[in-house]
């Protein structure tokens, strides 16, 4: 599986952002994709998955829904009510639906884009 994000930008806090992660390769239907996040200075950080009973992280609950559409082998993060925290470098992973390990790992995805930045000043 191929990933590409797009859709990151430069916004104002309290707008709204969609990002886009693009996969291709057959077997797309067989992956729940995560999306991660990695700050300046900081550790890449779990921020959400698609997939049944959908986990978002702490600080993103409430704010961001992820959404695939498998006809167009896409999932995407619609992210609103930014905030400056939320500045980084947002990226999408694609992990296998058997992998039972926790989705907050990193080390469970297969497959990573390539990135997107998002900045969101004050």
């Known amino acids: 599986v191929q990933l590409q994000a797009s859709g990151g930008g430069s916004v104002q806090a309290g707008d709204s952002l969609r990002l886009s992660c693009a996969a291709s390769?057959?077997?797309?239907?067989?992956?729940?994709i995560g999306w991660f996040r990695q700050a300046p200075g900081k550790e890449r950080e779990f921020v959400g998955r698609s997939g049944g009973n959908t986990p978002y992280a702490d600080s993103v609950k409430g704010r961001f829904t992820i959404s695939r559409d498998n006809a167009k082998n896409t999932v995407y993060l619609q992210m609103n009510s930014l905030k400056p925290e939320d500045t980084a470098v947002y990226y999408c992973a694609a992990q296998h639906g058997t992998y039972s390990g926790s989705s907050y790992d990193p080390q469970g995805y297969e497959f990573w884009g390539q990135g997107t930045l998002v900045t969101v000043s004050s």
């Open positions: 390769g057959r077997t797309f239907g067989n992956y729940r």
